[in-house]
Nanobody, 117 residues
Framework: QVQLVESGGGLVQAGGSLRLSCAASGSFFSINKMGWYRQVPGKQRELVAEITSGGSTGYAASVKGRFTISRDNAKNTVYLQMNSLKPEDTAVYYC???????????WGEGTQVTVSS
């Protein structure tokens, strides 16, 4: 079992920055990949960024160049640095971990990010 706790969401003006954090506990040693997803009402949850245990990263086209995902293995924490935020980035952001041989999905409870124009 893996538990994920997010923090760092909030309200920011367009062009501003926020940093999200996700702390993992439990069987964190079994985590293969961690990532951030986001969801707005009426739409499917979408991948924003992900990072493997080896440090390889991937980003959605809409955030590439503006968002940076990183991880601190000593703290079992993954971060999402969000710069040049746009109103369309407004969503609930969820931390995700894929763990074990079956890459079972674990989710945090989500943190609201609101970007005002």
């Amino acid at each position: 079992q893996v538990q994920l706790v997010e923090s760092g969401g909030g309200l920011v003006q367009a062009g501003g920055s926020l940093r999200l954090s996700c702390a993992a506990s439990g069987s964190f040693f079994s985590i293969n990949k961690m990532g951030w997803y986001r969801q707005v009402p009426g739409k499917q949850r979408e991948l924003v960024a992900e990072i493997t245990s080896g440090g390889s990263t991937g980003y959605a086209a809409s955030v590439k160049g503006r968002f940076t995902i990183s991880r601190d293995n000593a703290k079992n924490t993954v971060y999402l640095q969000m710069n040049s935020l746009k109103p369309e980035d407004t969503a609930v952001y969820y931390c995700n971990a894929k763990a074990g041989s079956w890459l079972q999905n674990y989710w945090g409870e989500g943190t609201q990010v609101t970007v005002s124009s």
